[in-house]
């Protein structure tokens, strides 16, 4: 009987890190590339939108407390992840550090949750770009000659509804996948630009907020009474339980540093240079997000910031209305650099998991000129269109989350058992303090998750049980790993393009 726990040995990881040819994916990105990969993917939606959502619904100016919590659970995961990114260069992510280490099914389970996290919440930033590009037109009076988000009449199953496409996120994420099957130097290329300009706007609203903070010191003290407002007596609504609640909000804005160990085998280096883009982006961001969140809180009353644009309107409090168009110009480029990462990683774990047999083979076909896993891509980017012109998702935020969450809780308890069964392994990078780095992490994704909204949770239960269905019925029969075990492929197989 397959065993359904079977682990992937390392040394398959290696041969796969160590393959090259015109099937194999192009090392291409150096450390600084990885670093604004890792920004690309952390700095969007959650800086320009829900910083100021949790703030007014759920934690008032304690929305810097929220941030650090969860900061704190991204950098021990961070770590852990550095760990087994260093050990195993291969692209994956947690899905091949389930591999590894918990096995087949684990392993399954954390590449289908991760479906959430990126082509799920690419979709979810294509909808909030395109409501970025519709402020822009707004500030410069132009009026379209046709309407962005037409409704469609339709009828299903005999009940009439409409259904609204959403032109501008379609073309986004069009433009995003051509990119990527192009090239992932060219992707990088186009992220480093993004990342520039989204960082340099967000550093100029610091500057506008911290000038105004240093001026009206008062303003910014009676903003900030009381700091953690009283709870309303129902939990998530202010006090302690409303930081946590926030936290599990803000956790969205931490998603994509992840990303970077997607990148792998398209890495130079990646002993060396994914530990430090894993860390050295998370860093960048906890900084950014704490400092950007205390003075918008400072300059405008935590209850006013429950829009759209919350940065904007803190642009606006601080007389500088000019700002808004700059506001906008970074979100459109923070965005569309977040589309591209999420679709980059979710095309990278697919493709590995095609590789060891759990998807169809042609999830894995490199294009011989482009060194891109070209098919799969389309593919993705299809889906992620679709979901983005058609659907008005209204808790993906947390149900992505929850996909999120589970992937790093099983990174952590990874790096543990790793470090008990094969403590001899190199590490080019150790995980410090284990094993109480990896139970922090551990201990507060799961605090998150209890912490996130009932339908999110039902939703993404239903989900796993969707992949389970999957996994039983077709990859269970296609996995290299259970093969080797039936005798009926060698205990290492190799791809052909793997002796090349």
Known sequence: MAKLFAIKPLSACHEEAAAEGEHTLKRSLGPINLVTLGI?????????????????????????????????????AGLCYAEFAAMIPIAGSAYTYGYTTLGELVAWIIGWALCLEYAFGAATVAVGWSGYVSSMFGFFGVHLPFNATPSIALTLFGHPFAAKVDIFALCAIIVVTAVLVV???ESANFNSAAVMVKVSVVLIFVGLAATFAFTH?????????????????????????????????????????????TAAQEARNPQKDLPFGI?????????????????????????????????????????????????????????????????????????????????????????????????????????????????NINFLGELVSLGTLLAFTIVCLGVMVMRRRQPDVPRPFRTPWVPFVPIAGMIIATALMVSADTPAKVGFFSWLIIGLFIYFGYSLRHSKVQRAARGVISATPREPSATR
């Open 40 to 76: 690309g993917a952390i700095i969007g939606a959650g800086i320009f939108v829900l910083t100021g959502t949790a703030a007014a619904q759920f934690a008032g100016p304690a929305i810097v407390l929220s941030y650090v919590i969860a900061g704190c659970g991204c950098v021990f």
């Open 183 to 185: 090239g992932v130097r």
């Open 217 to 261: 010191w008062h303003h910014m003290m009676a903003n900030w009474h009381p700091f953690i407002p009283k709870n309303r007596g129902a939990f998530g609504e202010y006090g302690w339980s409303g930081i946590m609640r926030g936290a599990t909000v803000v956790f969205f804005a931490y998603i994509g540093f992840d990303a970077v160990s």
């Open 279 to 391: 860390l050295g982006s998370l860093i960048i961001c906890t900084i950014l997000y704490i400092i950007v969140s205390g003075l918008l809180t400072g300059i405008v009353p935590f209850a006013q910031l429950n829009t759209p644009a919350p940065v904007a309107d803190g642009a606006v409090a601080v007389g500088a209305a000019w700002g808004v168009f700059l506001i906008d110009l970074g979100a459109i480029a923070g965005l569309a650099s977040v589309m591209l990462v999420m679709i980059l990683g979710q095309t990278r774990v697919l493709y590995t998991m095609a590789h060891d047999g759990l998807l169809p083979k042609w999830v894995s076909e490199i294009h011989p000129r482009f060194r891109t896993p070209w098919l799969i891509t389309i593919a993705v980017g299809v889906l992620v269109a679709f979901l983005a012109a058609f659907f």
